[in-house]
């Protein structure tokens, strides 16, 4: 993606997200982070949380996580997994925004 027209709009993309801080680490999400996710979207204290229902099942959810990984490398959009820091354990995720995205 270039700026070769003044009126072409920069979106970025990334094929490599790892931001660390002192107590999570936010990530490109994978497939593979589904089955976790899956556990903790179906726990009611997490679930009552969330501004939704949560998936139907886990290649429901597996799908999406697909989907957001081939979204953050083209820059449609920039889902990012949260996990723990200290032992990589997911513990969520989270979308960023930017104006007219």
């Known amino acids: 993606m ?17 931001i660390l801080g002192e107590k999570v680490r936010l990530r490109v999400p994978r ?3 589904a089955g976790p ?4 979207v ?4 997490v679930l009552s949380t969330i ?3 949560g998936p139907a099942s886990e290649e429901e959810l597996r799908d999406t996580y ?3 990984q081939r979204e953050v490398k083209s820059g449609q959009s920039h889902n990012l997994t949260i996990e723990t820091a ?9 979308g960023l925004r ?3 995205h």
């Open 2 to 18: 270039g700026l070769t027209d003044s009126r072409e709009e920069y979106v970025p993309g990334f094929d490599r997200i790892d």
């Open 31 to 33: 497939s593979a982070d």
């Open 86 to 94: 200290d032992k990589s354990v997911l513990i969520g995720s989270i």
């Open 98 to 100: 930017f104006p007219r």
């Open 66 to 68: 697909g989907r957001w």
């Open 37 to 40: 996710a899956y556990k903790l």
């Open 51 to 53: 501004a939704w229902d």
């Open 42 to 45: 179906k726990n009611e204290a």
